[in-house]
């Protein structure tokens, strides 16, 4: 059956080309983000790496030496101002990204976590998350991270061969990678995470198999399972291009996807999200904020955000996106205290897409209630349960409209890349129908940003 809608690549991309973004019409607006004490997740972008992966095109850099002291000075700054910006008064969890940020010292990581705890009330037992390399993990330098805060650790550990780690031009071994992990769980016992690719350039099905076991055997109770994208400009990607690698076969990709599903569910795995997976109740509430449209604050060069800006008056979310370059961006950062590079106010419409978008991708879907919060005026039985292109995707068995709200089936959740022009094209000829027609108003000197990524915001 996933053969027939196709296999999915980054929701990124479809949101980044949905129908009519900024036209002219426009749904009654949504609920204000103003209208109850203010919380936002927050996302600490570490630019920098020891050398960059072949496959990866995130904001990061490798430098000969890091100004540490600078950068640390700049997080807090940057941190401190866009809190006192959205007025937050609690933040629910803190991401620390990149990059590699267990490159960093862990007491960078404990002056962020201060600076967030005086200029907002830090929850107590707050999610704190830190990616982490198995080449910078060891024992005294994770303890060194509990001690500053961190709570969770999310390590990318992506293969247990090493032929396929030398592919990917990453920095560690096999070993490496599983004397990490086992260190990891020491130190967070059930709070460590292990990043996996599949889809390699000559990967088989059996090797796919055999690592599945491995990795059952080494993991603790979260896996982030991502098919390899091939991005444009990356080493990898030109390999592959000049036919020096092979390109996997979409059904063999599809194959992986389902075997893993099936093989980390009868583990006990709750599969709660398009590619990640929990048992023991071991889910990532920081990127469940993202999934589920929450406000989060980007903070760090290239990081975004989704946050009203409270102290300006404002009552509509804006979408922001800091300074790319850490050299440019810290400059700006110290010169008027934060490195926001572009914003702009989302439209009502923008805001749903971002829900439908993001919030299908979870195993609960969108409930009426939080639907609700953005479209008081227009239920999702308004949208979606009208005869249309959603009620097809019911009848074809991939999308389900109940009580508990829209959630895409297991089947629909595999392809739902290839579900979303449908529901994204409904949703936007419901609401421009029923919503007054008027020219969207960008913040001054806005740039228009698509809808959101999650690359590198965790």
């Excluded at 999310?154 to 990678?177: F, I, K, N, P, Y």
């Excluded at 800006?309 to 010169?335: D, H, I, K, N, Y």
């Excluded at 709200?405 to 297991?410: I, K, P, Q, V």
Aim: glycine share 10%.
């Amino acid at each position: 059956m996933a053969a027939a809608r196709g296999w999915p690549r980054k929701l990124a991309a479809v949101a980044g080309a949905l129908p009519g973004r900024g036209g002219p019409g426009r749904a009654p607006g949504p609920a204000s983000d103003t209208a109850a004490p203010a919380t936002a997740a927050l996302y600490v972008h570490w630019p920098y790496c020891r050398k960059r992966c072949s496959y990866c095109n995130f904001n990061t850099y490798g430098v000969p030496a890091v100004d540490e002291a600078t950068l640390r000075s700049c997080l807090v700054r940057e941190a401190q101002t866009l809190l006192r910006l959205s007025q937050v008064h609690s933040v629910t969890s803190v991401f620390f990204g990149g990059g590699t940020p267990s490159l960093a010292s862990p007491g960078t990581v404990a002056a962020v976590l201060e600076a967030v705890a005086g200029a907002a009330h830090l929850q107590a037992g707050a999610e704190v998350t830190l990616e982490a390399n198995p080449s910078s993990t060891s024992t005294p330098a994770l303890a060194g991270f509990r001690a500053a805060g961190v709570n969770r650790l999310s390590v990318g550990v992506q293969s247990l061969d090493d032929a396929e780690l030398r592919m990917l031009g990453r920095e560690h071994t096999a070993a490496e990678a599983r004397k990490a992990v086992e260190a990891a769980r020491g130190l967070f016992p059930g709070r460590t995470s292990i990043d996996l690719l599949f889809g390699l350039p000559g990967q088989s099905r059996d090797a796919w198999a055999q690592r599945l076991e491995e990795i059952l055997r080494l993991c603790d109770d979260h896996i982030s399972l991502y098919q390899l994208t091939l991005e444009r400009d990356t080493a990898l990607a030109a390999q592959v291009r000049c036919g020096a690698l092979p390109t996997p076969p979409q059904d063999l990709l599809a194959d992986m996807y389902q075997t893993a599903c099936n093989v980390l569910v009868a583990a006990g795995f709750r599969h709660y999200e398009v590619s990640n997976f929990a048992r023991k109740g071991a889910l990532s509430t920081h990127n469940l904020s993202y999934w589920q449209a929450d406000q989060y604050i980007g903070v760090g060069p290239g990081a975004h955000g989704r946050f009203v800006l409270r102290a300006e008056g404002g009552c509509s979310r804006e979408a922001r996106v800091q300074t790319l370059e850490p050299v440019t961006w810290m400059r700006e950062v110290q010169s008027q205290g934060h490195g926001t590079r572009s914003r702009a106010v989302l439209s009502p419409l923008e805001q749903l897409e971002e829900l439908l978008t993001l919030g299908l991708r979870t195993d609960e879907g969108i409930t009426h209630e939080r639907w609700g919060h953005f479209s008081p005026q227009l239920s999702l039985q308004a949208v979606f349960g009208e005869p249309g292109e959603a009620r097809a995707l019911q009848q074809e068995g991939w999308l389900v409209l109940d009580s508990s709200g829209l959630r895409c089936t297991w089947a629909g959740l595999a392809v739902l890349d290839s579900l979303l022009p449908d529901l994204l094209w409904q949703l936007q000829r419901v609401l421009v129908r029923e919503g007054p027609r008027r020219r969207k108003e960008p913040v001054a000197g806005a740039q228009g940003l698509s809808a959101a990524t999650m690359d590198n915001n965790g």
